[in-house]
């Protein structure tokens, strides 16, 4: 089984992107507008997060109940 760290670089550059975003849209006064794009960062990133979750217990049910 090959260990795979595209998903942290996926959820790290996901993370600057909102982070980045997320500063502009405050310092422009739109705060928001700004929590709302936090909000669908945190969105995107748990889905990657439960996507991934799935596919391990899918893997765990074949290796255990074949």
Known sequence: MLVDATILFQIAGIGIVTALIHTVLKQMGKE???????LVGFIIVLYFVVNH?????QQMKSIFFM
């Open 32 to 38: 928001d507008i700004a929590q709302f794009v936090s």
């Open 53 to 57: 979750l799935s596919q391990l217990f």
